[in-house]
């Protein structure tokens, strides 16, 4: 009896724990190239491993993941300190996690007075953004 096997798992497709580089050189030398050609159509780093991109372009590959037309990539591959993981939200005062989905208040930068803060029943109802 066959065993079902994780989406998107091969023997091929596995990461090495310590270098992060795929474990089958054809698969690496295939990442390489895909994320080569993004690297040069859109100007990032030509290093996939360079910690600067907070963005895990193995896994987008994996996934079978692109930028959109307009070059931007699924939030869901990005790392802590990514420079867009945390956005002002459409509401004033509310922060949104763009990889989450999370929305949350941030007093510091609210425009609702001090004292209406911490109110509740003051607040609009928090809503999980349109994928």
């Known amino acids: 009896m066959a065993t079902a096997?994780?989406?998107g798992w091969s023997p091929s497709n596995?990461?090495?724990?310590?270098?992060?580089?795929?474990t089958d050189p054809m698969e690496e030398e295939m990442f390489?190239?895909?994320?080569g050609y993004h690297?040069?159509?859109?100007?990032?780093?030509?290093?996939?491993d360079d910690g600067g991109h907070f963005y895990d372009y193995r896994a987008a590959y994996k996934a079978?993941?692109?930028?959109?037309?307009t070059g931007?990539?699924?939030?869901?591959?990005?790392?802590?300190?990514?420079?867009?993981?945390?956005?002002?939200?459409?509401v004033p005062g509310?922060?949104?996690?763009?990889?989450?989905?999370?929305?949350?208040?941030?007093?510091?930068?609210?425009?609702v007075p001090f004292e209406q803060l911490f109110d509740l029943s003051e607040r609009p109802k928090l809503a999980r953004p349109k994928r």
């Open 32 to 35: 390489q190239s895909w994320y």
């Open 14 to 22: 596995q990461t090495d724990t310590y270098s992060g580089k795929f």
């Open 94 to 111: 509310q922060l949104v996690n763009t990889k989450t989905g999370e929305r949350f208040w941030n007093p510091q930068y609210h425009d």
């Open 5 to 7: 096997t994780p989406y």
């Open 39 to 48: 690297a040069k159509k859109r100007g990032l780093n030509p290093d996939p």
């Open 72 to 90: 931007h990539w699924s939030s869901e591959f990005k790392l802590a300190g990514h420079p867009n993981l945390i956005v002002q939200s459409d």
């Open 64 to 69: 079978g993941i692109n930028p959109d037309e």
